[in-house]
C-alpha cells in the first residue's frame, strides 16, 4: 500500500513529525496448493545475540524509549531503516541487508511467496501465547498453517464526518460511494490501490450478484465492478491522501466532510478546537491493518530478531508503541500500561466482535488468496487499475 509516512498516524509522532479476519476471513491464510510455497527453515532455537540488528520499520515502532530498554537487554544495538511504503519495504528486504521487517498485510505475502521471510517459531516467542487470537493465523501472516511473523498492531479503516456539515448517523459506506454526489467536492478516500478492496467490501454487501466472497480476492469482472464504483466516486473526492495530516488539515478546514479514516485521525481533530467530527465502522464491516514482524530469511542477526520481536510485543512495550503510533496492541496484557486507560476501549483493543468485522489488507493473488481458485486479479493488476482511478 501507499502510505506515505504511515507513523503519522499517531498523535505523537504527528508532533515530532509536523498493520484483515475471523468471520470476514478464512483463519487459515487460504489454501495455497496450487501455489508452490518457498523452502525456508525455520528456527528451533534461540542462542545468544549477535550483537546487532538491522529492521525496517514504519517510522514509529523504534523509537528510542523501547528501543534503549532492549538493547541494554539483548545486548542487541537496533538499526531501524524507515519505509515510507509497503513497496518499499519489500525492496529493501529483496537486498538481503535487514533481519526482519514489520509488514503490512499488502506486503506480507509478497515476501512470503518471495521466499525473503522464513516461516516463524512462536514457541520461541514467549509473548505470543498472549496476543489477541484474532490476529493469529489471518490470510495475510500465514499460509498452510504456518506463522509467518508475529502481529504488532491493528486497526479499522472507519467512517467518519463533520456532523456540523452531515446530518444524522452515518451507518453505511454507501455515503462515500453511491451517494457521495450528496457530499460532491468533499469527500475523502485513501489513496491506494489497496482501498480498491473498500469498494469490492461494498459491492459484496450490496451486490450479492457479482458474488464477491473477499474484497482481496477478485476476478477480472469483480476488480472492473469495483474500479468502476471508484471512478464515480472520483468524480466528488476532494482529496486523496496517504499522510494522515493532510485529512486532518482537511476536516479542520472544513474543505472535506465525509470519508474513509483511522480512529487516530479523529481523535486528533476531536483534541483540538477546530472541528469535531465522528466515527462509526459501517454495517458492510471495513478494510483494516494488522502489521506483522518478519524475519528475513537470510538473517544475519536471527537471535538478535527473535528476541526483537519477544520484547516489541511485550506488555509495556507494545503499549509504549500503540499509544505512541495511534492503534490497537497486538498483546492483551499491553492494556493494562498504557498510560491512558481509555486507550484500549478507544481502539477496541480487546473487543473480538470488533475485530470480526474488519478485513484485514492482505495482498491480492492470482491464486486467490480465499482458497476459491487461481483466477482473481493480482496486486499489480490492482495498481494499473487504481492509476485509472485516479486518472
Known sequence: MKRSLRSLRKPA??????????????????????RKLPDVPMAKSVGAGEGELNIIVWAGYAEKDWVKPFEQQSGCKVNAKLGNTSDQMVSLMKSGQYDGVSASGDASLRLIYGG???????????????VSDFLKNGDWNSVDGKMYGIPHGWGANVLMWN???V???????????????QYAGKVTAYDSPIYIAD??????KTKPDLKIKDPYSLTEKQLDAAVSLLKEQNKNVSEYWADYTKEVQAFESGTSEVGTSWQVIANTI?????????????KEGATGWSDTWMIAAKAKHPNCMYKWMDYIISPKANAQVAEF???APSQTKACDMTSDKTFCDSYH??????????????????????????????YSTWVTKWQEVKG
Do not use: R
Not at 199 to 204: E, G, I, P, Q, R
Open 13 to 34: 509522532a504527528l508532533l515530532a513529525a509536523g498493520a484483515l479476519l475471523a468471520a470476514c476471513a478464512s483463519s487459515g491464510g487460504g489454501d495455497s496448493s496450487k
Open 116 to 130: 525473503n521471510v522464513a516461516p516463524v517459531n512462536t514457541k520461541l516467542v514467549p509473548n505470543y501465547a498472549t
Open 163 to 165: 456532523p456540523a456539515k
Open 167 to 181: 446530518s444524522g448517523e452515518l451507518d453505511s459506506w454507501g455515503a462515500v460511494f453511491d451517494k457521495s454526489s
Open 199 to 204: 469498494a469490492a467490501l461494498y459491492l459484496m
Open 270 to 282: 476531536n483534541g483540538g478546537k477546530k472541528a469535531k467530527v465522528k466515527t462509526a465502522l459501517p
Open 325 to 327: 503510533f495511534g492503534e
Open 349 to 378: 483493543a480487546l473487543d473480538a466482535d470488533y475485530a470480526k468485522q474488519i478485513h484485514y489488507w492482505t495482498t491480492p493473488q492470482k491464486q486467490c488468496v480465499d482458497g476459491s481458485g487461481d483466477n482473481c486479479t493480482d
